[in-house]
């Protein structure tokens, strides 16, 4: 069982076979605190601010990734890192961003950090299948909700967990993205919860894909 906890943003803590393994930790995202955790493993998408405060949830012998590409061991975990672009140009005019992908108690996990255009062939076969996906969805800074859709229809993960959209309390420049409304406004297969956080295994996974809304507010 892989406990999948939210904490805001892109922030994503996941707790699996004695690992804790924390995605994008941010700082300074107004309206949020900033994420606690004591991580094993910190993955970073890149570098900017509101995706790479590993200080927030490192302990004395954390391992970190920032915008890696390649395959990595690190604590028992063999970890793939895929190089997209933060923007839709893939011009590089925001820098680059990594997308990782492993695999915790039999079930493929996959988190797209701050990916800011849609995905082509080569890089849909690199990242694989995947059963759970981490998706951005807000638009301006990252993909918004066609692309977003596009992207969910290629991978097809059997759960698709919706970041990186305004949330309620958010504010100064992201007030600017998207609510999360404009991409599920269309889909089937939606499960709001009123938390946080989700168990998963991969013997309750479902058969198509799922879009389920986190809530950590």
């Not at 570098?47 to 405060?53: G, L, R, V």
């Not at 990595?72 to 893939?90: A, M, S, V």
């Not at 992908?101 to 062939?121: A, I, K, M, P, W």
């Not at 918004?144 to 967990?161: C, E, Q």
Request: hydrophobic fraction near 35%; glycine fraction near 8%.
């Amino acid at each position: 069982m892989v406990e999948v906890i939210w904490h805001g943003h892109s922030c994503f803590e996941l707790r699996g076979n004695g690992l804790t393994i924390v995605h994008d930790p941010f700082g300074s995202v107004p309206g949020i605190a900033d994420p606690k955790a004591e991580a094993d493993i910190i993955l970073c998408s890149h570098s900017h601010w509101d995706h790479n405060n590993a200080d927030a949830v490192k302990k004395e012998d954390s391992e970190i990734l920032e915008e890696f590409a390649g395959t990595k061991n690190l604590k028992r975990l063999e970890i793939r890192g895929i190089g997209t672009f933060h923007d839709e140009k893939r011009k590089g005019s925001r820098g680059k961003n990594s997308v990782y992908v492993y695999q915790l108690e039999s079930v493929t996990f996959c988190h797209l950090g701050d990916l800011g255009h849609d995905l082509n062939d080569e890089e849909v076969s690199a990242i694989g299948q995947v059963d759970v996906l981490f998706i951005p969805v807000g638009g301006f800074f990252t993909i918004g909700p066609d692309v977003a859709t596009s992207v969910v229809v290629k991978l097809n993960p059997r759960i698709n967990i919706p970041m990186h959209y305004r949330a309620p309390m958010m504010g100064g420049m992201f007030s600017s993205l998207k609510p999360v409304d404009d991409f599920i406004k269309d889909k089937e297969n939606i499960q709001q919860l009123d938390g946080p956080s989700i168990q998963i295994t991969k013997d309750t996974l479902p058969e198509v894909t799922t879009h389920i809304l986190l809530k950590f507010w």
